[in-house]
């Protein structure tokens, strides 16, 4: 699957949510999710625009647990985060980080923690984010399956941007990582 995604910067998540439900989004569940990512000196992830990471995701709404071993590609334009993501159920994160260990993976230098309220609209997803020491952001996520239906699915996310009051000029291309990394350095 590719990811087409649109990072937003945001100054208040009442007011975005509000958006969002008076755009007919409907709210799916709130999360907290913990995300570590991992390099290694011989696959230096960011040098390839590559993530490797395992989250673990806490459900608010109903408590269940659960994590994931994710790997996303670089990114495929100059607008958006889209990029390739594949990812799989993983039910002992632990153990996955000690054989990424054993492979000569190591945890990044900082992790990254957000409560991430989910919203849905025929199959576009949004994601209202309160990142721990970041700030506020809008994710619009779109999967397809083809290269083909790329362009397709941005031009909806930009659709929504403008009906919902976001600019094309405030989305970011950076990941919370990065963006964590450079304000703890």
Same mark, same amino acid.
């Given at each position: $699957?590719?990811?087409?995604?649109?990072?937003?910067?945001?100054?208040?998540?009442?007011?975005?949510?509000?958006? !969002?439900?008076?755009?007919?989004?409907?709210?799916?569940?709130?999360?907290?999710?913990?995300?570590?990512? #991992?390099?290694?000196?011989?696959?230096? $992830?960011?040098?390839?625009?590559?993530?490797?990471?395992?989250?673990?995701?806490?459900?608010?709404?109903?408590?269940?647990?659960?994590?994931?071993?994710?790997?996303?590609?670089?990114? !495929?334009?100059?607008?958006?985060?889209?990029?390739?993501?594949?990812?799989?159920?993983?039910?002992?994160?632990?153990?996955?980080?000690?054989?990424?260990?054993? !492979?000569? #993976?190591?945890?990044? #230098?900082?992790?990254? =923690?957000?409560?991430?309220?989910?919203? @849905?609209? =025929?199959?576009?997803?949004?994601?209202?984010?309160?990142?721990?020491?970041?700030?506020? #952001?809008?994710?619009?996520?779109?999967?397809?399956?083809?290269?083909?239906?790329?362009?397709?699915?941005?031009?909806?996310?930009? @659709?929504?941007?403008?009906?919902?009051?976001?600019?094309?000029? =405030?989305?970011?291309?950076?990941?919370?990582? @990065?963006?964590?990394? =450079?304000?703890?350095?």
């Amino acid at each position: $699957m590719i990811e087409v995604e649109v990072k937003i910067p945001i100054e208040s998540i009442e007011e975005i949510e509000g958006q !969002l439900i008076h755009n007919e989004f409907k709210y799916q569940k709130t999360v907290v999710e913990t995300d570590t990512y #991992f390099t290694s000196d011989h696959y230096d $992830m960011r040098k390839h625009d590559k993530a490797l990471r395992i989250r673990t995701t806490e459900n608010h709404d109903t408590g269940e647990m659960r994590a994931q071993l994710g790997c996303k590609g670089p990114k !495929l334009d100059n607008i958006s985060m889209t990029r390739k993501e594949t990812e799989i159920e993983i039910r002992e994160p632990e153990k996955m980080k000690e054989i990424l260990k054993e !492979l000569e #993976f190591y945890p990044a #230098f900082c992790r990254v =923690k957000k409560t991430r309220s989910y919203y @849905s609209k =025929k199959r576009m997803t949004a994601a209202v984010d309160q990142v721990e020491n970041l700030g506020s #952001f809008l994710e619009l996520e779109i999967l397809v399956e083809k290269e083909a239906d790329r362009e397709k699915g941005l031009e909806e996310i930009k @659709s929504v941007m403008k009906q919902i009051g976001c600019g094309e000029k =405030k989305t970011v291309r950076t990941s919370y990582l @990065s963006m964590i990394e =450079k304000f703890s350095t």
